[in-house]
């Protein structure tokens, strides 16, 4: 079974601005780093994922886009 990863996992993960949705997010991405589950994420949730850190969370651009080329 392959998972879609959200946006909202994604920002979870990346602000950390709420530590129950933060554990929740780094659970996600430490077992896809660990090849216990297999995970996709769509074009189209990092472009929504860009859009809220940048326009929302007020992120440099090129920060946001090194850290979701980490995704």
């Known amino acids: 079974m392959v998972?879609?990863?959200d946006t909202n996992i994604i920002i979870w993960f990346l602000v950390g601005d709420h530590q129950e949705h933060l554990e929740v997010a780094t659970d996600i991405f430490t077992k896809?780093?660990?090849t216990q589950i297999k995970a996709e994420i769509l074009d189209s949730v990092l472009i929504e994922?860009?859009?809220v850190l940048v326009k929302f969370y007020k992120l440099p651009k090129n920060e946001?886009?090194?850290d979701l080329k980490k995704c």
């Open 49 to 51: 994922a860009y859009f």
């Open 3 to 5: 998972y879609l990863i």
């Open 32 to 34: 896809i780093e660990n």
């Open 64 to 66: 946001v886009i090194e």
